[in-house]
């Protein structure tokens, strides 16, 4: 290939062209066409072409059916819940741990699994490893890219760690997904009821609590972005590390936590803890909402009218405030001190709702009962 007269060289020397030019010319002795490569320089990812391609496809959904008696249609389903791009059965856009992948999903359908629920597995996993995969991606360049490198150093340092780090990386999937699991049995119930019914109970008694850093969103406007990452971050891991059972943290986006327990208590004290800590830790202040009542779970996510009053009350709690329904301070009256903030009236709910606030016992806050009149919180 002339990679000069492609354009793939221009606005270069020195060394810089050099190495481009070897890149070039490995890639293309392995098999890479001008298209690629054209595309690849024009979207500025050349240096990772080699990447890509160490982890890209070399079946397709119909030989993965042949060999492992999956559907095709069911392969490509599943490629889609992942949110992966759309292919076609010829196309090969399957790698080799597709296919030992595909022989397990046959073990669960010969089980027994529906296909609709592997459907719904597959699309919790996708969601759960695009997040994984862009965490390990960026903390890789962090890690081991080099200033002054050339696309050929970064191609060749890349792909060398990407061979053996990749692997490395399946045992801590399998022990973390092994430790919730277990963790998940053991908070289980299955009880008379569920094995009369052959199945769980549609909904359950949870404290749902939604906890969020207050003007996060006007934060954007302020700071540099990787320091608005960083108080992301840092919020995750302080959710994390006060989080204790039988309360449990079910996820954290950006500014945000969702958190539940069977116990209301439970939850409060925890929210109170996180509060400090966020205080503590010298980050933007932290408010939370807490509600109580039935919650259906559906894919590893809780859903109801508890789940939508916890997000409501969050809305309008003040800044460094634990605020909750009634539900909340009538399951724990005497475990926290209580100080009634009004009845309001809340989007999507048909009543007025009386709120409280809750303090840590002894702080000297008084539960002024629930007065008729305040709309302040």
């Avoid at 490893?129 to 890219?145: E, N, Q, Y």
């Avoid at 309360?247 to 803890?273: F, N, T, W």
């Avoid at 809305?315 to 539900?327: N, Q």
Wanted: with cysteine; aromatic share 4%; hydrophobic share 45%.
């Amino acid at each position: 290939m002339d990679f000069a007269a492609a354009g793939l060289l221009d606005d270069l020397d020195g060394p810089e062209r050099e190495a481009r030019e070897r890149l070039l010319e490995q890639l293309a002795n392995d098999g890479v066409s001008l298209a690629e490569l054209k595309a690849a320089v024009a979207e500025d990812r050349l240096a990772l072409l080699p990447v890509e391609r160490l982890l890209g496809g070399r079946f397709t959904a119909t030989e993965i059916a042949r060999e492992t008696g999956v559907p095709a249609v069911l392969l490509l389903r599943g490629r889609r819940l992942l949110g992966l791009p759309e292919a076609g059965q010829e196309e090969r856009v399957f790698a080799p741990p597709d296919l030992e992948a595909a022989r397990s999903i046959k073990l669960f359908l010969d089980a027994g699994f529906s296909e609709d629920a592997i459907a719904e597995i597959t699309r919790v996993l996708g969601e759960t490893m695009a997040r994984l995969a862009a965490t390990v991606a960026g903390a890789s360049v962090d890690a081991f890219l080099k200033p002054g490198d050339t696309e050929q150093e970064v191609a060749e340092r890349f792909a060398g760690l990407a061979e053996q780090l990749t692997p490395a990386l399946g045992p801590v999937l399998i022990a973390a997904f092994d430790a919730h699991l277990g963790e998940s049995v053991r908070r289980g119930i299955l009880g008379r009821s569920e094995r009369e019914a052959g199945q769980l109970a549609d909904s359950q008694l949870l404290a749902v609590c939604f906890a969020d850093i207050v003007g996060f969103t006007r934060l954007g406007g302020e700071i540099e972005i990787g320091d608005l990452g960083g108080i992301a971050g840092r919020f995750a891991e302080l959710a994390g590390d006060v989080t204790k059972p039988p309360a449990r943290l079910v996820k954290s986006i950006g500014d945000a936590a969702m958190l539940v327990s069977p116990e209301p208590a439970a939850l409060v004290s925890l929210a109170l803890s996180l509060v400090e800590a966020v205080e503590a830790a010298e980050l933007p202040a932290l408010r939370a909402g807490i509600a109580f009542g039935d919650a259906v779970i559906r894919a590893g996510d809780f859903y109801g009218h508890s789940v939508n009053l916890a997000s409501r009350v969050t809305g309008i709690a003040r800044p460094g405030s634990v605020l909750c329904t009634e539900e909340v301070h009538d399951a724990a009256p005497d475990q926290f001190d209580w100080s009634f903030a009004g009845r309001h009236r809340l989007k999507g709910i048909s009543e007025h709702v009386a709120l409280y606030r809750a303090h840590p016992l002894g702080s000297g806050a008084v539960d002024r009962g629930r007065a008729k009149g305040s709309r302040r919180n």
